[in-house]
């Protein structure tokens, strides 16, 4: 059976570019026109009446569109996990354990760099990666190579993405609101009696992932994860194993691909540099943690942590799987930009800190993604990879 991995989420080049054009139009928007104007036209409601109120269009991407990503990236991880590359459970625990790396040394390079300052805080803002943008710029590289690399890019940004959201809820949040159990209780229910079926229609499965959704944002969760929490969930059937979820994954790739993804990037490139100051030691030190987590602290993290469950027999290297490409899969983590924007207007109280790293998030994720192109360019002119011993 081919690799789920030969049927990308994002349609190759073109939507690769296709990203990193409406990234450019956001952050030039942002900057062309009068401060603030472009963050307060993506973060107004829209009113349809005198009492009726549509969510902002930050918002309507954000916790909803977003699901539709997360829902395509779940099946694909899933489809990977059962009948793909990463089958069988020491495969499976090299994105666990990478991920875990990913996050440790990020934050402890931060730490060091502003120790003793109040900013110490946001030692969580270089540990994420923003799944959207990293798997789009994989779409840049070599087909062969971004082809073999995007099952383990795509599981390792998951993971890494549900570590951001156990670190927001632990460290940077009160206590979750009770409201959301009743509705994941009717998910579970609900599921469980789609299970005992031999193939499950499509809409009620869809249904479970729309009470998901009510009650990971009744709970005060990112609601765009039920997407994933449904992807990993899907059943495969008895009497035409992973049908329905192939067929479903081919139907999201294209609105994923040219219409969620561009979006997504338009609004959250939108970054506003005006009046920006970078004079004193601390901006210096903040700036330097964030990036440097993102640049260096990523890859290495990710490598070493992979090498050290692959020594002790935890996990293996995907067949075809070199150690370059393996820190190519690093840099491309180094990408953080929406998850670690977000992790800063909760970590940092000062409103000119929070400015200055959401820049550092920037150069930071900019030079990762300048580094992986780079890097995974000259992997593909040097030849195959070496398969793992």
């Known amino acids: 059976m081919d690799s789920a991995g030969d049927h990308p989420v ?8 296709l990203l990193v054009l409406a990234a450019l139009a956001g952050l030039c928007l942002a900057n062309v026109l009068p401060a603030g104007r472009v963050t307060d036209f993506w973060d107004q409601p829209w009113r349809l009446a005198s009492s009726w109120q549509l969510p902002s269009l930050a918002n309507m991407f954000d916790e909803g569109l977003m ?3 997360f829902l395509a990236a779940g099946l694909e991880i899933k489809l990977e996990l059962c009948c793909g590359s990463l089958r069988g459970f020491r495969r499976a625990a090299l994105p666990v354990a990478a991920a875990c790396g990913g996050v440790l040394v990020p934050a402890l390079i931060y730490l060091i760099c502003n120790a003793g300052l109040p900013q110490v805080s946001g030692w969580a803002v270089p540990t994420a990666t923003d799944i959207a943008f990293a798997t789009g710029m994989l779409g840049l590289l070599p087909q062969s190579l971004g082809r073999s690399l995007r099952p383990l890019l795509l599981a390792l940004a998951m993971i ?10 632990l460290f940077y949040s009160q206590a979750l609101a009770p409201g959301g159990a009743i509705w994941l209780l009717a998910a579970a229910t ?18 479970v992932g729309v009470l998901i959704w009510i009650g990971l944002w009744r709970c005060g969760l990112h609601p765009a994860l039920a997407g994933m929490v449904l992807g990993l969930l899907w059943p495969a059937g008895r009497t035409r194993p992973w049908h329905g979820a192939r067929r479903l994954k081919a139907a999201l790739d294209p609105w994923v691909a040219y219409v969620v993804m561009p979006g997504f990037a338009l609004i959250h ?21 964030v990036v440097a987590g ?25 067949a075809g799987m ?4 393996l820190a190519l899969i690093g840099m ?19 409103v000119h800190a929070q400015r200055l790293a959401r820049c550092a998030v920037l150069l930071g994720s900019l030079l990762s993604t300048l580094l992986a192109l780079g890097f995974g360019g000259w992997l593909s002119r040097r030849g195959p990879p070496i398969e793992p011993v």
């Open 322 to 325: 070199s150690w370059p490409q």
């Open 294 to 318: 993102l640049v260096l602290g990523k890859p290495i993290g990710i490598v070493l942590a992979a090498w050290a469950a692959i020594r002790l027999g935890l996990a293996r290297r995907p």
């Open 160 to 169: 890494d993405d549900v570590i951001a959201v156990l670190v927001v809820m």
């Open 190 to 207: 609900l599921y469980l009696l789609l299970r005992c079926r031999d193939q499950a229609a499509t809409v009620m499965l869809l249904s």
């Open 67 to 69: 699901a539709l990503f």
């Open 269 to 289: 490139a939108s970054i506003d540099l005006h009046g920006l100051v970078l004079t004193s030691t601390a901006a210096l030190r903040l700036g330097v943690g």
């Open 10 to 17: 994002h349609a190759g080049r073109r939507s690769g570019l």
């Open 332 to 350: 491309l983590a180094g990408i953080g930009l929406t998850m670690a924007m977000f992790i800063t207007t909760l970590a940092l109280t000062d």
